[in-house]
């Protein structure tokens, strides 16, 4: 069918990456993992719909975030979210110790009863002498006991351990500093000390104080000052028997309160028992109000730091959870991002799941003894959903999942490839009897047909064309491969039980030294021109220099005529149905030039949206319908004008803050003016739909225009603030002839109804047609039945004699 590139064509490989076979949307391979396995493989974008050959650099996005992510992870960036995470874990799973280690508490009863503000060695040689008497395995002091006090009181605490070898510790800090700076710490009193074991008792805490860390051993501060390593006391009291020199963090999952305490001078008064202390470890803390050794539990009370020690070693004993630190849902978010980049569009739902399973999972592992830290993870994913969800605006269209025009001109060099664009003709009457879910069987099934032939390029869509690059083909193979796309659509498209009849024309732009988007567009025109004489293939002939000059001239001109208020505007009105009379106007473009004479609008418009004057013409025409409206109010008469605006404007950075500037200095009621925008506009993105509220926001009316031959759907359309909504003139020129436009006619007008909107039908050109309307219950019609377009002081002068309808 002359639909392979012939032979001797060159490649557009080069600038256009391969992206798989052709194959139909409906056996692509789906799920997670499989698009994963494809996007970890290739790291480029693999598209649903024909949408091969498209790579926006992703992979830059993608590196990007993962290395602000690791960056995170390294330098713990999020460690006080991830502090908290873990407490509020800890909350849910509060579980008892088992009693296998008391805490004697030098309280404000102990000095109290002692009249003292400390306790003297000799009563607590009493209280160790009566704990090792009660069955106490061993006595740990959270107290370096570093000064002497009186010799005999000195000497009481030697004699007690001498007679208790191995059996009782004292507190050490260790070595800390290095240079000029260092320090022994603080060790017992050479007396005390070659008696006793010696245990460290410092921590570290965390920002905010979410949660401590405590070592294994002084060799995680250094060298002590004896040059001998000794155990934590959390440590110790679990037996670890571990000298080494890490850190763990203690489960604040333990309840403290079920720790078992007693007040020393209990001890003192033997109201201890020997079930309370048989074979159980003891430490002897100093919590008594003069004590400054008091932290805070991580989202609890401020509670003595022996208990904080008490809860390390029954985390020791319990054996610490496995600790996969950032990396693991680090890596599960980045393949979460590669993943909604392998999309056409991002699902909500697939994004908040996910943000709930980095929420929820942690805890659910933490019954498993399993932590993760989940900050560096929901980092990237933060900055990297809107990130990826803003690129794939920019480069497919929410509504139809297919690729734009804009993005289809960064895939290849138009010097590599030919341009073609394949139109179907009848595509705006197809759309007015499809579903939304048919039509997006439709465009699929289009698609695929033109992958058969097509398989380097991507394809985009827009209103009712696709464009896409291809090898270069000799002059003389393009028709032949033209009609082998042709053939392809000869028998229609199922969908469903019925079968629809494609009439399609084919555009091509040759491969030529002019940009991809003057050579797509040049594709695109001659598509329209293909089908408007219903060929098969036209091609785009370069316009030459002369052309382009004459082009700039023309608006420079257009410049010089706006300054002057030189460009003129006419006004069809519109009238209200059941009273007849003039409700508005549409403004509408009329500009003779001194040169060439009257100048064809849509010719001037599509030069200026190209040359970008289209902002400040709208604006223009703002104006001009301001001011005609300020006129006919004076005179009694309330006409609210519409002016129509272009997805170019909506999308243009320039257009709001010119339309603020111009409602700022007007001193009118903004509401008599009506923003009109296509429905194929509409369709264009969420720039166009963000544009439209802020329009509304500032007072401005908004009609829907062209109603009916684009594909949005109900709910789409709920969420445009207009007030009215214009059936396109197609469906109005034959109602009283087509029974089938009829019946379109009056669904819309329902539909229209159904959203609380103003029906309004433009092309109203005989009596007929308007009975019709009427009986369906449209309100506002346009139309030559009523009057041709008119100068401003014509409208005026015939909208305030107001006349019946016949």
Known sequence: MGVNPPARQKSCKETTTEMGKARSVRTTERGLLPMLRRALSKLSWKRSRGQRGITVKKWRLIAGLALLGAIAGVIELGLPFDDF??????????????????????????????????????????????????????????????????????????????????????????????????????????????????????????????????????????????????????????????????????????????????????????????????????????????????????????????????????????????????????????????????????????????????????????????????????????????????????????????????????????????VFALKVRNFSSIAATLSGSQMHELLSHIIDRISVTEKNGSIAFEKDTFVWFRNVAESQDLESHARGIQSLFLNGVAIESSRIDLAVSIGVSPNSDAPSKQRIEDAIQAAEEAAQNRAIMVQAQEIDAKQRWLHLRTLSDLDEAMAINAVGIAYQPKVDLVSGEWVGAEALLRWDHPERGPMDPTTVIAMAEEHNRIDRLTVYILEQAARVSTSARAQGLNLKIAVNVSAVSLRSPNFLPMTRRFVEETAIDISCLIIEITETSLLQGHECEDSLHQLRGMGFELSIDDFGIGAATIDYLKRIPSSEVKIDRSFIRNIHRSADDRVLVHSMISMIHSLGRVAVAEGIEDVESLSILESMGCEIGQGYYFARPLSDHQLIDSGRKSFRIA
Not at 253 to 271: F, H, K, M, Q, T
Not at 371 to 381: E, G, H, Q, R
Request: proline share 5%.
């Open 85 to 418: 995470h873990r407490a509020l874990r800890a909350e849910l799973r509060q579980t008892e110790v088992d009693g296998s280690i008391v805490v004697v508490e030098v309280d404000d009863k102990t000095l109290n009863a002692l009249g003292t503000r400390s306790v003297s060695r000799a009563i607590e040689a009493e209280a160790v002498e009566k704990l090792f008497a009660m069955g106490a395995d061993r006595v740990f002091f959270d107290r370096a006991h570093a000064d002497l006090t009186n010799p005999a009181d000195d000497a009481v605490f030697t004699e007690l351990l001498k007679k208790h070898p191995g059996q009782i510790y004292l507190g050490v800090f260790p070595e800390i500093g290095s240079g000029h700076q260092s320090s022994d710490g603080v060790f017992p009193a050479p007396l005390f000390r070659e008696h006793a074991e010696l245990v460290l008792m410092a921590g570290r805490v965390h920002p905010f104080g979410l949660s401590v860390k405590f070592p294994y051993s002084t060799a995680a501060y250094g060298t002590s000052a004896d040059k001998e390593i000794h155990p934590s006391i959390s440590a110790a009291l679990a037996r670890t028997g571990s000298t080494e020199k890490g850190w763990y963090r203690p489960d604040f999952g333990i309840d403290v309160s079920s720790i078992p305490s007693i007040s020393l001078i209990e001890v003192v008064r033997g109201a201890g028992s020997r079930d309370m202390f048989a074979g159980r470890d003891v430490v002897i803390a100093y919590t008594d109000i003069f004590s400054n050794d008091v932290y805070q539990l991580p989202l609890g009370e401020m509670v003595p730091g022996s208990f904080f020690h008490v809860i390390g070693a029954h985390t020791l004993k319990r054996g610490l959870a496995t600790d996969l630190g950032w990396l693991p849902p680090y890596i599960c978010s980045v393949l979460f991002l590669l993943f909604l980049a392998n999309r056409t569009h991002m699902r909500r739902a697939d994004v908040t799941a996910f943000y709930l399973l980095l929420l929820t999972a942690p805890v659910v592992l933490d019954f498993l003894s399993v932590n993760v830290d989940t900050f560096p993870a929901l980092l990237a994913l933060t900055i990297g959903v809107p990130a990826i969800s803003f690129r794939l605006r920019k480069s497919f269209d929410m509504n139809t999942g297919l690729l734009r025009l804009n993005a289809l001109q960064t895939v290849a060099d138009s010097d590599a490839c030919d």
